[in-house]
């Protein structure tokens, strides 16, 4: 999945690392493994790759994530509709926001 991409540095996405707890969650549940753990803490590594479905944010239990306060605002739906128009030989016709 690392060649699909929404938009490079448009995600709004934050960690605060030192609310984190490192039970490892996130890096569970992102479908773009965004996110690893170093040092007991969980760390973005690629953020270009975000999507802004909010799995992180959902399952992390002590809200150490924020995610787009719109629950992903169409991004998601921009890669995923982005896809299905790459596998149909056509242009993506946008997030649907």
Not at 10 to 16: E, N, T, Y
Not at 59 to 68: D, E, Q, R, S, T
């Amino acid at each position: 999945m690392r060649h699909f991409r929404y938009l490079e540095d448009a995600a709004i996405l934050r960690l605060d690392t030192d609310t984190c707890i490192g039970c490892g969650n996130c890096a569970l549940v992102c479908p773009h493994r965004i996110f690893v753990l170093k040092e007991g803490k969980a760390e973005i590594i690629d953020r270009g790759a975000c999507m802004e479905c909010g799995a992180c944010a959902t399952n992390c239990p002590v809200g150490a994530i924020y995610v787009n306060p719109d629950d992903g605002c169409g991004c998601a739906a921009y890669i995923i509709n982005s896809w299905i128009a790459k596998v149909r030989g056509k242009v993506p016709s946008g997030c649907g926001c």
